[in-house]
């Protein structure tokens, strides 16, 4: 007989979620095995395929023998193209050796935190937030601190509220913007105003997700690290997954102070050692064609987005804002809490979304998952006619919830 020794697992690895964007792909994957059509909407991935050029590349890369081991912080001419891009679109300097190249931005977030954090340091995160921000910093022993910020304030966090959080064991801010879950971006004055914190406190450190960059709908982006008072404070995450639709070549950075890009190095070298050869120098090329490479992408989203909008404005109770990034939206739906068909009642956003997925045959992600109990999670990276299909199903659902 087998004897389950699961308990045998570290305790940190039993205090560590599954990540809930996952778990409903594959709930959303076992139901289109038995034969339903079921319409995914939980995962966060560009529905676009790479651009031709950056393909291109890498069979080129390959053609030249780029098949071997990389330095661990990266190819040279990698980390040079990402300092190009920055000073050309966010009006940073860096050097390449203040550059890092990881296996996706996932593991630039886990390199920072296994770098600074100490068993108890406290970090704050901008809640709701990307679901594996928790779970990293657990991971690193961390102690998260979640500073909500509602529907009502476009989900985004205030000055007020940061200082409020801040505490002697307060190690790191996390924050993304344009954000995952909620499509929220940072204007420059909201980001001028947040610094105006932050820079009061040398040994607080900022890591600041930016991977949505290149889809942003509203004013130029504004990095964090472009106030002069923090940018030594301030670690700049980027990557190429959803800007250049590369979310399976696993290429991600950061550029950061030199002794903490040292530092991440050292985890890396630990732990995965460098991405691959050809899809770093695929990444060169793509970063030399800059946002131009997203723009197609960039409208697709955008009359997407307006589609959601107009579609489930239609349906009563659900409360919308209007994002300026990414590929989200993030409705408020505690109108349906306490309510029943007759046979099953909606307590919360985790039960509303197995509903969905159940009775609608549509995959969404609960906003508990994100730190927000009363929303929930839609991407339309999906063509139009299944988004209409999808918000049509779901209205047809709630119709007998009263």
């Known amino acids: 007989m087998a004897v389950d020794k699961s308990n045998y697992l570290s305790s940190k690895l039993q205090n560590l979620e599954e990540s809930a964007t996952l778990r409903m792909t594959k709930l959303a994957r076992e139901l289109k095995g038995q034969g339903h059509d079921v319409i995914?909407?939980?995962?966060?991935?560009?529905?676009?395929?790479?651009?031709?050029?950056?393909?291109?590349?890498?069979?080129q890369a390959l053609d030249d023998g780029y098949t071997k081991y990389t330095p661990v912080n990266g190819l040279p001419e990698l980390r040079q193209a990402i300092c190009d891009k920055l000073l050309r679109d966010n009006g940073l300097e860096y050097t390449p050796e203040q550059i890092v190249v990881s296996n996706g931005a996932k593991q630039s977030i886990s390199n920072?935190?296994?770098?600074?954090?100490?068993?108890?340091?406290?970090v704050i995160i901008f809640t709701p937030y990307w679901v594996s921000y928790f779970d990293i910093v657990k991971l690193a022993g961390g102690v998260p601190i979640a500073v909500k910020a509602g529907i009502e304030n476009d989900y985004k966090v205030t000055a007020n509220q940061l200082q409020s959080a801040i505490t002697p064991k307060t190690k790191l801010v996390i924050f993304s913007s344009p954000c995952n879950p909620?499509?929220?971006?940072?204007?420059?004055?909201?980001?001028?105003?947040?610094?105006?914190?932050?820079?009061?406190?040398?040994?607080?450190?900022?890591?600041?997700d930016e991977i949505y960059e290149y889809i942003n709908f509203?004013?130029?982006?504004?990095?964090?690290?472009?106030?002069?008072?923090?940018?030594?404070?301030?670690?700049?995450i980027n990557g190429m997954s959803k800007g250049f639709a590369m979310t399976g070549w696993r290429i991600g950075y950061t550029a950061g102070p030199l002794w903490l890009a040292k530092a991440c190095t050292k985890v890396q070298g630990q732990v995965t050692s460098g991405a691959s050869a050809f899809g770093q120098k695929a990444a060169v090329e793509a970063l030399k064609a800059g946002a131009s490479a997203s723009q197609s992408m960039k409208e697709s989203?955008?009359?997407?987005?307006?589609?959601v909008q107009s579609l489930l404005a239609d349906i009563q109770g659900i409360k919308i804002n209007d994002p300026q990034g990414a590929?989200?939206?993030?409705?408020?739906?505690s109108y349906y809490f306490g309510k029943s068909n007759g046979s099953i009642t909606i307590n919360d956003a985790d039960d509303f979304a197995e509903i969905i997925l159940h009775r609608a045959?549509?995959?969404?992600?609960?906003?508990?998952?994100?730190?927000?109990?009363?929303?929930?999670?839609?991407?339309?990276a999906a063509s139009d006619d299944r988004l209409t299909e999808a918000i049509k199903r779901i209205k047809n659902v709630l119709k007998d919830f009263v």
């Open 40 to 59: 995914s909407l939980s995962i966060g991935e560009p529905d676009f395929d790479t651009p031709q050029f950056i393909k291109e590349a890498a069979k």
């Open 112 to 122: 920072l935190a296994n770098a600074l954090l100490d068993p108890g340091d406290e």
């Open 182 to 208: 909620t499509g929220s971006v940072y204007t420059k004055e909201e980001l001028s105003e947040l610094v105006t914190v932050l820079d009061k406190y040398d040994s607080l450190f900022i890591a600041s």
């Open 218 to 236: 509203g004013e130029r982006h504004t990095s964090i690290a472009s106030f002069e008072g923090v940018k030594d404070q301030v670690v700049t």
């Open 301 to 307: 989203y955008l009359r997407r987005k307006k589609l």
């Open 327 to 333: 590929f989200y939206i993030f409705p408020d739906i």
């Open 361 to 380: 045959h549509v995959a969404i992600v609960s906003g508990s998952a994100f730190g927000d109990p009363n929303s929930f999670r839609l991407s339309y």
